[in-house]
Structures are given as structure tokens and as C-alpha cells.
């Protein structure tokens, strides 16, 4: 499931050639996402709209557009969002459920197998009171993010540290791919109570959540299945991950067999002598 890193990849690989573009035609081939697609609106407030800027939210790909509307994108667990060149038409691929063509010639394809993508558009203005993300914490890679900003959320909590990790209320784009990534990093154990860590400990998580989430954009994100780019292209950053995916393998650290056990639904893996 693209997680923060993977989201950001590709609003980098796809910023330099949508900026500047003009929507020339909205198409929606499937609109039966995690949401429905909303066709009427989105051609109403893409079509013959210029983008002036790409950012991101937490796992949304923001597309900002003149006159003051904004396409927001999400790409579930198994979105792509590629930019074709422009030239002969390209035969649709399977699962490619809407395609916005520009006035270069250029079309921009959301393709998504599982359908827990979402593509919606809204005031940019009143973007943060939408619903989708009214509720949604602080960026873990901005300025706000800090040791001091976990322990207050956890201040009234019991529970163990890899869930509160991944709560989008807390900090968003932790998914379960970085949290275990982080804990390893920062040397604690997935199932350590909130309650049961330091002042020094939360600020050693944050610097790991920021430095794991860093490196993983700068080595083009994690494809262990679907992932790709806004170019096509698969990330590398699989090959780097210390435990996560890696069962039985040696701790990149103390050599220890890495361990798996489930937890609330999701595989974790962990050093069980280094992460205590």
C-alpha cells in the first residue's frame, strides 16, 4: 500500500511535467472507487483549468488548479498515477478508471486494481475543513514534528507504540511498511506500551520516523508489488529495508533471526534482541 514516501515520489516525478499544463478532457472509464467518482464534477472543475501546483497531504496528491479548485487524489492500496507522452492513443490498460487529457497532448491515467483509490475535487480554500481531512495529524518530515509532539498525543494512551504510530490522527503516512522500519531505528520493541517510553525515546522515534521516511523518497520509494513512480518506474527501496518482509533473515544489526507476529491485522516484524 503506497505509504507517505511513495506518495511523494510521485508527486516529484510528475511535477515537472503536469505544472503548467491545461486539462483538456476529463474521461472517467470506472467510477466505482472506494468513493464513487463524481464525473459531472470533476469535468466541470478540471476542464480547461490550468495546474499551478502538485503537493501533498498525508497519502494525498494535491493538484492545485487556477480559479481556486483542487483535485485530490488517493491511491488506495494498489493506485497508480502515471503521465503518458503525448502521440498515437494508447490502448487502455485494465483497471484504468479515469484519464485526464491535457492540451499538450499528455494524458495523466489512474489506474487502480483494488478500488480503494479516491479521486474528488474541492474549494482549495476549505481543503483542510473537508472531511477527508479535517482529522488528519501532523507531517512527520515538517517542522512541527517532533519527540515532544508524540509524547503529548500518547499522554492519555495505554496501548503499544506500532498502531499509535500508524494513527493518521497523530502523524500521517505511517503506514505499516515505515512504522516497523522507524521502530527498528529507533531500537524499540512494536508492542511497548505508549506509557512505557521516554522523553528521549519519543525524540529518537521522531528523528527515525524522518530519517526512514527521507531516505525511502530518495531511493524512489518501496515496490514490493504495485508501486511505480508518475514515470513507470518501480522504486528501491525494498532492498534497503532492515526487517520489514524479512522473517527468519539476520538483524542487519546483531545478527538475530527477525521475527513476525500480527498485530492489530498487519504483519510485524522486528529484532527481538536489539528492540526492546
Known amino acids: 500500500m503506497p505509504e507517505l514516501p511513495e506518495v511523494e515520489v510521485v508527486r516529484r516525478t510528475l511535477a515537472p511535467g503536469l505544472v503548467g499544463e491545461r486539462v483538456a478532457a476529463v474521461e472517467v472509464r470506472a467510477p466505482a472507487l472506494r468513493e464513487p467518482l463524481d464525473a459531472g464534477a470533476l469535468r466541470r472543475d478540471l476542464e480547461g483549468r490550468l495546474v499551478e501546483g502538485l503537493r501533498r497531504r498525508g497519502k494525498y496528491l494535491l493538484v492545485d488548479l487556477e480559479g481556486g479548485r483542487t483535485l485530490a487524489l488517493h491511491l488506495g492500496m494498489t493506485g497508480q498515477l502515471t503521465l503518458t507522452a ?114 528521549a525515546r519519543w525524540e529518537r522515534l521522531a528523528g527515525a520516523v524522518r530519517d526512514t521516511l527521507r531516505r525511502a523518497i530518495e531511493e524512489g520509494g518501496t515496490s514490493l508489488s504495485d508501486f511505480v513512480d508518475g514515470e513507470g518506474r518501480a522504486g528501491a ?37 536489539c528492540q526492546r
Open 86 to 199: 503525448a502521440g498515437p492513443e494508447r490502448p487502455p490498460e485494465p483497471h484504468e478508471h479515469v484519464v485526464f487529457r491535457l492540451a499538450s497532448g499528455r494524458s495523466l491515467r489512474f489506474r487502480d486494481p483494488r478500488r480503494f483509490g479516491l479521486a474528488f475535487t474541492a474549494a482549495t480554500a476549505a481543503l483542510e475543513a473537508d472531511p477527508h481531512f479535517a482529522h488528519l495529524g501532523v507531517e512527520p518530515l515538517g517542522s512541527g514534528f517532533r519527540g515532544r509532539h508524540l509524547a503529548a498525543a500518547a499522554s492519555r494512551r495505554r496501548g503499544p507504540v506500532k498502531p499509535f504510530l500508524m494513527d493518521a490522527t497523530v502523524v500521517v503516512g505511517v503506514g505499516n511498511i515505515y512504522a516497523s522500519e522507524a521502530l527498528f531505528a529507533a531500537a524499540i520493541h512494536p508492542r511497548r506500551s505508549v506509557a512505557r517510553i521516554s522523553a
Open 237 to 273: 527501496y525494498q532492498v534497503s529495508l532492515a526487517v520489514y518482509d524479512r522473517e527468519g533473515r539476520p538483524c542487519p544489526r546483531c545478527g538475530a533471526p527477525i521475527r513476525r507476529f500480527v498485530q492489530a491485522g498487519r504483519s510485524t516484524y522486528h529484532c527481538p534482541r
